[in-house]
């Protein structure tokens, strides 16, 4: 399935589908919605402190434990209102694809995280201790021991324990 903008493994996509569920009930969809959800999926989240998903890419070591790991195939990730939130500044579609990895989502975790996304720039996203970002990959795999959430672009599509993402460089044309 081809993505234009973001994908998620994890956390994001648990919180994607959650939104889905309460669109489905009725409720409309708005930046509080997801901030509700953000919050449920947190406290509900058995694997914070320890991940389930192993990246791995061809030639590298594999990257264990991961909570979340979100693919950008540009920047800004999403929005919160008008504020722009960028997990992996340097992606484009001019490049492979950026993934940003985080390997714990305690609450100081979280904390630190929010904050950096709420005030990342073209220039700078979430970085420390657990996390890890990569840029400009042709292809990775990630695989988790148990069936985790994945959201492509905003949908959810269910459960996963493994997915292989392929860059693919300038296969949109974005006129302006």
């Excluded at 509700?36 to 890419?57: A, D, K, S, W």
């Excluded at 720039?121 to 994945?150: I, M």
């Amino acid at each position: 399935r081809w993505f234009t903008f973001n994908a998620g493994l994890g956390f994001d996509a648990g919180v994607v589908g959650r939104v889905v569920q309460q669109r489905e009930r009725g409720k409309k969809s708005t930046h509080a919605l997801y901030v509700r959800q953000v919050v449920r999926q947190f406290l509900g989240e058995p694997n914070r402190r320890h991940g389930t998903i192993t990246l791995e890419q061809p030639g590298a070591d594999p990257i264990e434990d991961l909570v979340v790991a979100i693919v950008s195939n540009t920047s800004p990730w999403t929005y919160l209102g008008n504020r722009p939130m960028y997990t992996s500044p340097k992606a484009s579609f001019d490049t492979g694809i950026d993934v940003l990895g985080l390997s714990r989502l305690s609450t100081a975790a979280v904390a630190r995280y929010g904050t950096q996304l709420l005030t990342s720039s073209p220039e700078r996203g979430p970085q420390g201790r657990h996390a890890v970002s990569l840029h400009d990959l042709d292809q990775f795999t990630l695989h988790s021991k148990a069936p985790l959430p994945l959201q492509m672009d905003g949908d959810h599509l269910g459960l996963r324990t493994s997915v292989t993402f392929t860059g693919v460089r300038r296969a949109l044309r974005v006129i302006v």
